[in-house]
T-cell receptor
């Protein structure tokens, strides 16, 4: 069965610290996509990134970076020099087949203190 | 502005009543989805629609119903058969079904007492 595990329930850091959010997935599909979403206190999920299973190149977008390692079935997300505005719940998700269905992890609550 | 709207933001109902949650998108997306989120948990898929006049059950469809008569609209009805309806409901859409990213609405928080 497909599954996404975000083992870190809550993380608390002080502003300007770097923080890594872990995501481990299970799938039998050979073609799949992984996603990260941010859910701020307002509740709306904000799309951050989509990565396909054939592209293991790391990606950087400003202070955000993602490390995809197929060998360990992980897709970790790092925020460099964290800011208070980064405080949110972050979800990792895995596509199921080609139906568009997403399997979400339980989420990691990140609190960045000033 | 293009986006997804859900109304209302907060909804209160008495047990035994059906309630319909609205979801509208003007992104010209073919696929639409309904998720449920409970405190401290991830999102679980209720129903999804890959195209107008077609929809499929997700992982937790019991006690819910949907319709997709128009491309831009995908209302969700929470029936009295749903045993624990109090939750945060999120609607999403994507340009097509498959591996595309989904864009989410602001959500509706339903409380049933």
């Amino acid at each position: 069965a497909q599954k996404v595990t975000q083992a870190q329930t809550e993380i608390s850091v002080v502003e300007k610290e770097d923080v890594t959010l872990d995501c481990v997935y299970e799938t039998r599909d050979t073609t799949y996509y992984l996603f990260w979403y941010k859910q701020p206190p307002s509740g709306e999920l904000v799309f951050l990134i989509r990565r396909n299973s054939f592209d293991e190149q790391n990606e950087i977008s400003g202070r955000y970076s993602w490390n995809f390692q197929k060998s360990t079935s992980s897709f970790n997300f790092t925020i460099t020099a964290s800011q208070v505005v980064d405080s949110a719940v972050y979800f990792c998700a895995l596509s199921e087949g080609n139906t568009g269905k997403l399997i979400f992890g339980q989420g990691t609550t990140l609190q960045v203190k000033p | 502005d293009g986006g997804i709207t859900q109304s209302p933001k907060y909804l209160f109902r008495k047990e035994g009543q059906n309630v319909t949650l609205s979801c509208e998108q003007n992104l010209n997306h073919d696929a639409m989805y309904w998720y449920r989120q409970d405190p401290g948990q991830g999102l679980r898929l209720i129903y999804y629609s890959q195209i107008v006049n077609d929809f499929q059950k997700g992982d937790i469809a019991e006690g819910y119903s949907v319709s997709r008569e128009k491309k831009e609209s995908f209302p969700l009805t929470v029936t009295s058969a749903q045993k624990n309806p109090t939750a945060f409901y999120l609607c999403a859409s994507s340009i097509a079904s498959g591996f595309y990213e989904q864009y989410f609405g602001p959500g509706t928080r339903l409380t049933v007492t």
